[in-house]
């Protein structure tokens, strides 16, 4: 009898590790951010505000730091002015700080249509996200564009 509880508890204890390695901090931040950008063309208001906190600092590629109320208000600016332009991240990292802090890195894919032409427009983005309340969300923010004629060793 002691030697299948023992068994039992081993599995419960293997079982417990292997679904807290599948719900680790850097695949809960990475899924929220690729979840986020795919949402980004749509618009939708709900999904800006779950992402970003109340008191998010937000700094844009153009050094324009920017709040969350500013961020909500150009939602539909964004819409009108890039229709068809689509978002993904490469090359992320994720460092999480204990279990409520993850610092992110990553290089951000722009790709629009203009003129009838693809163009991609890249950018490096840090964000902080911060759960509170069982929740992640982004507190600060910094995009920096990257210039056409670094290449891609280089980025």
Request: charged residues 25%.
């Amino acid at each position: 009898m002691k030697q299948a509880r023992r068994v039992v508890t081993a599995m419960i204890l293997l079982m417990s590790c292997l679904w807290a390695q599948g719900n680790s901090t850097e695949q809960q931040v990475t899924k929220m951010l690729r979840d986020f950008l795919a949402a980004v063309p749509r618009g939708d208001r709900q999904v800006f505000d779950k992402f970003f906190a109340d008191d998010v600092i937000y700094t844009r590629s153009a050094g324009v730091t920017v709040n969350k109320a500013e961020i909500m208000k150009n939602i539909d600016v964004r819409a009108a002015n890039e229709p068809s332009a689509t978002y993904a991240a490469e090359d992320i990292t994720v460092h999480p700080y204990g279990d409520s802090l993850a610092i992110v890195n990553f290089r951000l894919l722009m790709h629009t249509t203009k003129d009838g032409k693809q163009e991609t427009a890249r950018l490096r983005n840090t964000g902080a996200f911060l759960k509170r309340n069982g929740r992640w969300q982004v507190v600060a923010w910094q995009s920096t564009r990257v210039p056409e004629d670094v290449t891609k060793d280089h980025l």
